[in-house]
């Protein structure tokens, strides 16, 4: 796997995410969004925060996963 080859390639961290989102493993996919943001906020973009966002969107506000991932977000953008 490229991620574990190089977890500093951010790319390949998204490329998972994205891959892991498309195979239903959404709690997966935003372990790999956060780690992106955790490493470099702006990376290309902040391509995986608007991804995030976009996930919390179609989980809807109530959803847990959502509820915990925001909190995670917000503790990483702004601590």
């Known amino acids: 796997m490229r991620v574990d080859a190089n977890p500093a390639d951010l790319q390949a961290r998204y490329d998972l995410a994205l891959a892991l989102d498309g195979t239903g493993d959404r709690d997966g996919a935003i372990e790999q969004l956060l780690e992106i943001v955790?490493?470099?906020?702006?990376?290309?973009?902040?391509?995986?925060?608007?991804?995030l966002v976009t996930l919390f969107d179609a989980m809807g506000p109530a959803?847990?996963?959502?509820?915990?991932?925001?909190?995670?977000l917000s503790s990483l953008l702004f601590s």
Not at 38 to 51: G, M, S, V
Not at 63 to 72: C, E, H, N
């Open 38 to 51: 955790r490493r470099d906020r702006n990376w290309n973009e902040q391509t995986a925060r608007k991804h």
């Open 63 to 72: 959803d847990p996963r959502t509820v915990a991932a925001r909190r995670r």
